[in-house]
C-alpha cells in the first residue's frame, strides 16, 4: 500500500526559504495529485498546493507568491519550497495524495514540524 | 474562498454513546464534503467522501449526511479509539477548505 514521508529541515530562519521533501513508496506517481497541507494551532488545516506527474500544480491563492513545487517520478519524490517565511508559517506540514478529479485526501504522510525562529 | 465552520468545537461523550458532529459552509457545495479523523500527534485519516459514502475499512457506526450547506457527521455507539478530533473538508470550489475541527474527549 502507498505510503508518502516527509523529510527536511525543522527549522527554518525568518525569511529564509522552507525546503520539503515527500518521499512516495509502494505505488506509482500517475494518476493521482500530490498536495502539501499544513496544520497550525492559527490557522488549522490549511491546503498550500499540489502538483501531478505532468508537472501541472494548482496553488492557494493565499500562498501562490510564495510556493514552488516540483516532482521527480525517476525518484518516487516531490518537492515543496516556501519562500519568505515568517513565525505564521510555523506548522506540521503533511504531504497527501489527492484522488485526481475527486479532491479528497485519501493518503497522508505522517507530518513534520517546521518551526521558524532566528 | 468557501468557510466551512464546525460545531461544536468539543464534545464530550462516554463510550456507548451517539455523537453528532455539523459541518456548515458559507455556501452551497452540493455534496462534495470529506470527513476525516486525527488522533493526537498522527495525520488525518479520510473517514467519508461525498457526504456519505463510506471509505473502505471504516467502521459502520460512522454515517454521514447532508448536501448543499448543512453536513453531519454521526457516530453510533462510541468507541474508545473515536476519541480524536474530526474534521470537514469542501471540494466543490478550489481552494479546498478544511473546517475548524470538532475534538471528541472524554466524559
Known amino acids: 500500500q502507498v505510503q508518502l514521508q516527509e523529510s527536511g529541515p525543522g527549522l527554518v530562519k525568518p525569511s529564509e526559504t522552507l525546503s520539503l521533501t515527500c518521499t512516495v513508496s509502494?505505488?506509482?506517481?500517475?494518476?493521482?495529485?500530490w498536495s502539501w497541507i499544513r496544520q497550525s494551532p492559527g490557522r488549522g488545516l490549511e491546503f498550500i498546493g499540489n502538483i501531478n506527474y505532468i508537472r501541472l500544480t494548482d496553488f492557494n491563492p493565499s500562498l501562490k507568491s510564495r510556493v514552488t513545487m516540483s516532482v521527480d517520478t525517476s525518484r518516487n519524490q516531490f518537492f515543496l519550497l516556501l519562500s519568505s517565511v515568517t513565525a505564521a508559517d510555523t506548522a506540521v506540514y503533511f504531504c497527501a495524495r489527492q484522488v485526481y478529479g475527486v479532491y479528497i485526501f485519501d493518503v497522508w504522510g505522517q507530518g513534520i514540524l517546521v518551526s521558524v525562529s532566528s | 474562498d468557501i468557510q466551512m465552520t464546525q460545531s461544536p468545537s468539543t464534545l464530550s461523550a462516554s463510550v456507548g454513546d451517539r455523537v453528532t458532529i455539523s459541518c456548515r459552509a458559507s455556501?452551497?457545495?452540493?455534496?462534495?464534503l470529506a470527513w476525516y479523523q486525527q488522533q493526537p500527534g498522527k495525520a488525518p485519516k479520510l473517514l467519508i467522501s461525498?457526504?456519505?459514502n463510506l471509505r473502505s475499512g471504516v467502521p459502520s457506526r460512522f454515517s454521514g449526511s447532508g448536501s448543499g450547506t448543512e453536513f453531519t457527521l454521526t457516530i453510533t455507539s462510541l468507541q474508545t479509539d473515536d476519541f480524536a478530533s474530526y474534521y470537514c473538508q469542501q471540494y466543490n470550489s478550489f481552494p479546498w477548505t478544511f473546517g475548524q475541527g470538532t475534538t471528541v474527549e472524554v466524559k
Open positions: 461525498e457526504a456519505s
Open positions: 509502494g505505488g506509482f506517481m500517475s494518476t493521482y495529485n
Open positions: 455556501q452551497s457545495i452540493s455534496g462534495w
